[in-house]
């Protein structure tokens, strides 16, 4: 069988600060396809995006921006063609991995966030979803006309799905349930004309919790904005819901059997989490072996160093182990793996991505000295994304959580098998 071509170079030459396969390296994922779509990409970053980033950060940036890369054909990427997507015939979750890759090449900011907020809030009315709210929702979600965030976290429950206090009781005459409770750290709010949004419609734990599709205009929901750790161009928002009317007919899915929806859902946000945070590291190291080969100290180069290359080399391994990891984990989705039996690979990654580039961050911190402390000069990047690591490590899960969730879900199988072996004896 012929070996995988070698794809032409592309992007920065420095060795790891891109990845492999645009440095001319070969690679058994990638074809004509990604490398078209990785171009457009990069292409529409670099105009649109780049040159507006400080001044977006003020202001946060304009919800027009997605309907100009759905134009450019990078908005509509997952979505299926009868709803206005533009997924490829030959569309894999390598697609995916090179848009949140590309994205996050900004560093820092979440420019264009609400797209990856999108992904993870349409899915369950893709799924699960009646032909009514498909056809409300979807298609103007797809071109960017309109935007969804996903309501889940509570001040009391993050991660802690079952313990959610949200209620949603029906009205007496049976077509409206009304809606009570708070949500936390809901991510783009402010842009959020839908919700897909967790509530307690039966009893305490995993089955009594339902999804429902709120709307920004329905009376009773307001949003606030909450300052964050890290800069943003996007929002993180505090949702308080007071006695808002939704129609039943905003059910997604069955009454009480949300939790298989909202849980499959994870595994998806961990992934282009992983994606984004794996490009976050690579900016780190691409920074700092840029500022170590052009600073003097001491009279020569600061790359000259031996202690300075040994940061750089461990921060070249640990990303480059990551990406493999990224696409081992793609491969498995693309292969058509079931969502139950990635929880554990997507979990793993997630944290390995975090972890990653907090080393990273801190590394080049190191690197750039007095430089990386202030939002200003050559390390404003390095500073900024150093204050972003924190918004990788706990979203979408904390390392904690996940890193018990794996084992947890290991050590019952092999208790399974344990028990299994012993009745064989």
Same mark, same amino acid.
């Given at each position: 069988?012929?070996?995988?071509?070698?794809?032409?170079?592309?992007?920065?030459?420095?060795?790891?600060?891109?990845?492999?396969?645009?440095?001319?390296?070969?690679?058994?994922?990638?074809?004509?396809?990604?490398?078209?779509?990785?171009?457009?990409?990069?292409?529409?970053?670099?105009?649109?995006?780049?040159?507006?980033?400080?001044?977006? &950060?003020?202001?946060?940036?304009?919800?027009? &921006?997605?309907?100009?890369?759905?134009?450019?054909?990078? +908005?509509?990427?997952?979505?299926?063609?009868?709803?206005?997507?533009?997924?490829?015939?030959?569309?894999?979750?390598?697609?995916?991995?090179?848009?949140?890759?590309?994205?996050?090449?900004?560093?820092?900011?979440?420019? *264009?966030?609400?797209?990856?907020?999108?992904?993870?809030?349409?899915?369950?009315?893709?799924?699960?979803?009646?032909?009514? *709210? %498909?056809?409300?929702?979807?298609?103007?979600?797809?071109?960017?006309?309109?935007?969804?965030? @996903?309501?889940?976290?509570?001040?009391?429950?993050?991660?802690?799905?079952?313990?959610?206090?949200?209620?949603? #009781?029906?009205?007496?005459?049976?077509?409206?349930?009304?809606?009570?409770?708070?949500? %936390?750290?809901?991510?783009?709010?402010?842009?959020?004309?839908?919700?897909?949004?967790?509530?307690?419609?039966?009893?305490?734990?995993?089955?009594?919790?339902?999804?429902?599709?709120?709307?920004?205009?329905?009376?009773?929901?307001?949003?606030?904005?909450?300052?964050?750790? $890290?800069?943003?161009?996007?929002?993180?928002?505090?949702?308080?819901?007071?006695?808002?009317? #939704?129609? #039943?007919?905003? &059910?997604?899915?069955?009454?009480?059997?949300?939790?298989?929806?909202?849980?499959?859902?994870?595994?998806?946000?961990?992934?282009?989490?992983?994606?984004?945070?794996?490009?976050?590291?690579?900016?780190?190291?691409?920074?700092?072996?840029?500022?170590?080969?052009?600073?003097?100290?001491?009279?020569?180069? &600061?790359?000259?160093?031996? *202690?300075?290359? $040994?940061?750089?080399?461990?921060?070249?391994?640990?990303?480059?182990? @990551?990406?493999?990891?990224?696409?081992?984990?793609?491969? +498995?989705?693309?292969?058509?793996?079931?969502?139950?039996?990635?929880?554990?690979?997507?979990?793993?990654?997630?944290?390995?991505?975090?972890?990653?580039?907090?080393?990273?961050?801190?590394?080049?911190?190191?690197?750039?000295?007095?430089?990386?402390?202030?939002?200003?000069?050559?390390?404003?990047?390095?500073?900024?994304?150093?204050?972003?690591?924190?918004?990788?490590?706990?979203?979408?899960?904390?390392?904690?959580?996940?890193?018990?969730?794996?084992?947890? +879900?290991?050590?019952?199988?092999?208790?399974?098998?344990?028990?299994?072996?012993?009745?064989?004896?």
């Amino acid at each position: 069988m012929a070996s995988p071509s070698a794809s032409p170079k592309f992007g920065c030459p420095i060795d790891f600060a891109e990845p492999y396969w645009y440095q001319g390296f070969h690679s058994p994922y990638y074809h004509d396809g990604h490398r078209r779509f990785r171009d457009t990409v990069r292409a529409f970053v670099e105009q649109e995006v780049k040159p507006h980033v400080d001044e977006w &950060l003020l202001t946060g940036y304009p919800k027009e &921006l997605h309907e100009k890369a759905y134009a450019a054909g990078i +908005q509509g990427l997952i979505y299926p063609k009868e709803y206005g997507g533009t997924r490829p015939d030959d569309y894999d979750a390598f697609y995916e991995l090179i848009l949140a890759d590309e994205l996050a090449r900004v560093g820092g900011g979440h420019v *264009l966030g609400q797209m990856a907020i999108n992904s993870m809030a349409l899915p369950p009315i893709l799924v699960a979803g009646s032909d009514y *709210l %498909k056809q409300k929702v979807v298609r103007d979600v797809v071109t960017g006309k309109k935007n969804i965030c @996903l309501a889940i976290s509570e001040p009391q429950a993050g991660s802690d799905v079952a313990n959610l206090t949200t209620t949603a #009781v029906k009205d007496p005459s049976g077509k409206f349930y009304i809606v009570n409770g708070t949500k %936390k750290w809901i991510t783009g709010g402010m842009m959020g004309d839908f919700f897909t949004t967790a509530v307690r419609t039966g009893e305490q734990g995993f089955g009594g919790l339902s999804l429902l599709l709120l709307e920004r205009s329905m009376p009773g929901l307001s949003v606030r904005k909450m300052p964050t750790q $890290f800069d943003t161009t996007h929002s993180t928002t505090m949702l308080t819901l007071e006695d808002v009317k #939704v129609p #039943v007919s905003n &059910l997604i899915g069955d009454e009480n059997a949300a939790f298989g929806l909202i849980v499959v859902n994870f595994n998806h946000e961990r992934f282009v989490i992983a994606a984004a945070t794996c490009r976050l590291a690579r900016l780190c190291y691409q920074e700092a072996i840029e500022y170590a080969i052009k600073r003097h100290t001491f009279g020569k180069p &600061l790359v000259d160093h031996q *202690l300075i290359r $040994f940061k750089l080399a461990e921060m070249a391994r640990q990303i480059e182990s @990551l990406h493999d990891m990224l696409e081992r984990v793609a491969y +498995q989705f693309k292969c058509g793996v079931a969502d139950h039996k990635l929880g554990g690979q997507c979990a793993l990654l997630k944290v390995q991505a975090s972890k990653t580039f907090e080393f990273c961050a801190r590394e080049a911190s190191q690197i750039f000295g007095g430089s990386s402390i202030v939002r200003e000069g050559q390390g404003k990047l390095v500073e900024r994304m150093y204050r972003e690591v924190r918004a990788t490590s706990i979203p979408g899960g904390s390392e904690e959580i996940l890193l018990d969730f794996t084992i947890r +879900q290991a050590v019952a199988k092999a208790r399974r098998h344990a028990n299994s072996h012993a009745a064989k004896l």
